[in-house]
């Protein structure tokens, strides 16, 4: 079932030429070099072979299996296997095989919905030493060929060139019994020919944050990566957290992720800017068939369809992410996903006073990324993406294109607007929508009330409270709010709103608030407690937060305990976002 990196160079590239020839593959590759189990190549899934109606869960990795056929036998490898930091050429990938760590390997997390729910593994299995040597990057599963992505993009406006999967390895494919294929990426496992002057490593604090935050998204309802284990080593790390030159001594640590997909804008921008057109439209063709089944693929217009899709879909997201105060910091085109999806957690944060002007990433000096300019860098970033497809598209279709990016604000203030009546418990539409709202989010400016439990205690005070403006001690975000000379006229506005909501009762109001306004979110001095914690090796605060962020929008005995719906200590004012992970 697994095998160490030992495998001869030459070997691991006669699999590669073989796959990509279409003529077999390898179910593994022995240690000492030997084949083993070569069928037919074929270009069905696994569903249509009726693989997956015989998976069931299991903690066995004798009968679990990862494969990047998929990938290579379409997508081009570099032709010059050593793992060396350069510049790559003409390929999608570089073979690149994950560095283990030299320190005994713990392990601090894992997904029970992602191994059980999409990888078809018992969450039992994490007992095992298989496991963790798979999710820290000690053995590699026969079969599978570790890939580092090649991408470029747009960082802080300017084209950064070459970047890739510096400290990431994707260790292969999984189809599970849905007939779903999964990615599953390493983050932290060591050196790509992409690292650039990094250490191909990440430290315990990031890693700790990119796992909580990823499963909490998923339970929010935002489209994201997920994140299935999290392990720590004593190998030492050397991060300047801040860059402010104070470099510390931190551990090392691996998150597994899976996804759909890892593509991203800068996928595309990195083959344009090469001017590597027939690589760009063999990835073209491969995403859309994967990954965008309403897009025809027989179709001249294809890729203009597919653009149309990737603007309604990033306006759904970043509207999505507005709704709950989330600020990525790093909107890179290199961390944009063409799936829409959330992707590479660095310094990001979840707002809590409500500021348009909130920056997570105390790097961002010039405030490019703050959470109210994300839906405007959205914009920036397909703008990119169409730049990057413009050598594959006719006049007409550029114009076209042109069309369909101008319309990413609509679709974007159509769908902010969407989940903003929903947060306010308003049925139907009206004109005055956007003035509410608007109104609202400028008393929460001016009082500095913290947005997600303004919008949650709005979900639990009745009518009638709100009416008379009496205002339980328990609602403090409220009492913030009310403290605004103007509030009791917004009030006045709302319930006259809500009285316009058909055939609806302020109970059956209060429970469809509460469930779309969470009452627990990470907040960064809630990762930040369980990250000291964890530095101690004591992981309780990280299983308490995971337990608590996959029921977001329910009361919790234990959340409660721990004052996580109460106001924030006063230590967490000035607690900065790390940069450097």
Not at 390 to 398: E, F, I, M, S
Not at 533 to 549: G, I, P, R, T, Y
Request: glycine share 6%.
């Amino acid at each position: 079932m697994f095998r160490h990196h030992g495998v001869p160079w030459l070997l691991t590239w006669v699999v590669v030429l073989i796959c990509q020839a279409g003529c077999c593959l390898l179910d593994s590759i022995g240690a000492a070099g030997s084949f083993s189990h070569v069928h037919p190549f074929s270009n069905k899934s696994n569903l249509d072979q009726g693989y997956c109606e015989r998976k069931r869960k299991t903690n066995n990795f004798s009968v679990w299996s990862l494969s990047s056929e998929s990938l290579i036998a379409t997508l081009p490898v570099d032709a010059i296997p050593e793992n060396s930091i350069r510049k790559v050429r003409d390929c999608i990938f570089s073979v690149a095989y994950p560095t283990p760590f030299i320190s005994r390997v713990v392990l601090v997390a894992v997904s029970k919905d992602v191994l059980e729910g999409i990888l078809d593994l018992d969450v039992s299995v994490k007992e095992t030493d298989d496991f963790l040597q798979l999710v820290s990057g000690g053995k590699v599963v026969l079969g599978s060929i570790p890939l580092a992505h090649r991408y470029g993009g747009h960082q802080f406006g300017s084209w950064a060139g070459q970047l890739g999967d510096g400290r990431a390895h994707l260790i292969g494919v999984y189809t599970n019994r849905y007939g779903e294929r999964w990615e599953l990426q390493l983050k932290g496992s060591g050196k790509t020919p992409y690292s650039r002057n990094g250490d191909g490593r990440a430290v315990l604090r990031s890693s700790v944050r990119e796992f909580l935050c990823s499963e909490a998204m998923h339970y929010l309802g935002i489209p994201t990566s997920r994140a299935a284990s999290l392990v720590v080593s004593n190998d030492d790390v050397w991060r300047d957290q801040f860059y402010n030159g104070s470099v510390k001594k931190e551990r090392g640590a691996i998150v597994l992720r899976v996804a759909k997909s890892w593509f991203r804008i800068g996928s595309l921008e990195i083959l344009a800017h090469s001017g590597e057109l027939d690589l760009q439209r063999t990835l073209l063709d491969f995403v859309i068939q994967e990954h965008f089944p309403s897009v025809n693929m027989n179709d001249s217009n294809r890729y203009l369809d597919f653009f149309s899709r990737v603007v309604l879909e990033t306006a759904n997201l970043i509207a999505l992410w507005m709704s709950v105060g989330f600020a990525h910091g790093v909107c890179n085109t290199d961390n944009f996903s063409l799936l829409s999806i959330t992707i590479d957690y660095g310094p990001f944060g979840f707002m809590e006073s409500y500021d348009p002007n909130f920056v997570p990433n105390t790097s961002d000096d010039e405030r490019r990324y703050k959470i109210g300019n994300q839906a405007n860098v959205g914009m920036f970033n397909l703008n990119k993406l169409l730049q990057a497809l413009k050598p594959v598209l006719d006049r007409r279709q550029k114009q076209l294109a042109f069309q369909i990016l101008e319309g990413y604000s609509e679709h974007y203030y159509t769908r902010f607007t969407e989940l903003f009546r929903a947060k306010l418990g308003l049925l139907g539409e009206s004109e005055d929508d956007n003035y509410l709202i608007a109104f609202l989010l400028k008393l929460m400016e001016d009082t500095k009330a913290d947005f997600t439990m303004a919008f949650r205690q709005l979900s639990e005070i009745t009518q009638h409270q709100l009416k008379e403006l009496r205002i339980p001690q328990e609602f403090w975000a409220l009492q913030d709010l009310a403290k605004h000379k103007f509030f009791s006229d917004w009030v006045t506005i709302y319930l006259l709103r809500l009285g316009r909501n058909m055939g609806d009762s302020d109970s059956t109001r209060r429970k469809r608030m509460t469930a779309v306004n969470p009452r627990y979110i990470l907040r960064n001095w809630m990762a930040e407690s369980a990250i000291q914690k964890a530095k101690m090796n004591d992981f309780s605060e990280v299983h308490l937060l995971q337990e608590v962020l996959q029921h977001p929008f329910q009361r919790q005995a234990a959340a409660e305990k721990a004052g996580y719906s109460l106001r924030p200590p006063s230590w967490a004012k000035d607690l900065k976002v790390s940069c450097s992970s």
